[in-house]
């Protein structure tokens, strides 16, 4: 079964800072997706960036851009100029690509603090 | 999000009666979930739907049941509540079965069970 670590319960960041997230992943697929999203304390669940297995860019999306290391299985979220409403909790997920493949796997989460 | 309410937003209620959250969608998507959220544990799978009347599952289906009579709703039952079960309940949507740009999410029930 497919597994997902996010080895940073907390983080914090000062405003303005750039702040890295990390997150891999274990699976013996070689197509499939992986996504950050982002739940703030009003807990709506918000898709922030998606990846391709396949592709070997980095997505990117404002200030917001993955390093996605296929071979290390590996998948983190760089923040840069942090504000104050990126503080939530950040969770990386996976999906298998194709077929049936439907779930998401999740994992723990990472609560991201932004000092002012 | 547009789209996709939860109802209720909170809940408390006492061990061992029967609960039920709904989950209602405008976007006519084929596939729904149910989910959970608890500290230190991320978001589990409960149960999904990949249509009327056809559900199954997930890893933590223990004590759930789902039911899925029209496209647009998907009802998770907790038959008799346990205080494990305190949690967070997310449904959520995806408009195919393979989901590649994710799911769309509801804002969520807390339920508490005492």
């Known amino acids: 079964a497919q597994t997902v670590t996010q080895s940073q319960p907390e983080m914090s960041v000062q405003e303005a800072e750039t702040v890295t997230l990390s997150c891999t992943y274990d699976t013996s697929e070689s197509d499939y997706y992986l996504f950050w999203y982002k739940q703030p304390p009003s807990r709506q669940m918000i898709l922030v960036i998606r990846?391709?297995?396949?592709?070997?860019q980095n997505a990117t999306e404002n200030r917001f851009s993955v390093n996605f290391q296929k071979a290390a299985k590996s998948f983190s979220l760089k923040i840069s100029d942090s504000q104050l409403g990126d503080a939530a909790m950040y969770f990386c997920?996976?999906?298998?690509?194709?077929?049936?493949?439907?779930?998401?796997?999740f994992g723990k989460g990472t609560l991201l603090t932004v000092n002012p | 999000d547009a789209g996709i309410t939860q109802s209720p937003r909170h809940k408390v209620t006492e061990t061992g009666t029967p609960v039920t959250l709904r989950c209602h969608q405008t976007?006519?998507?084929?596939?729904m979930y149910w989910y959970r959220q608890d500290p230190g544990h991320g978001l589990r799978l409960i149960h999904y739907s990949y249509g009327v009347k056809d559900t199954d599952k997930g890893e933590v289906s223990d004590g759930y049941s789902v039911s899925r009579s029209k496209t647009e709703d998907f009802l998770l039952t907790l038959e008799s509540a346990t205080s494990s079960q305190t949690s967070v309940y997310f449904c959520a949507i995806s408009p195919g079965i393979t989901a590649n740009y994710g799911y769309t999410f509801g804002s969520g029930t807390r339920l508490t069970v005492v």
């Open positions: 990846q391709e297995a396949y592709k070997q």
């Open positions: 997920a996976y999906k298998r690509s194709g077929g049936s493949n439907y779930k998401l796997t």
């Open positions: 976007e006519n998507h084929r596939y």
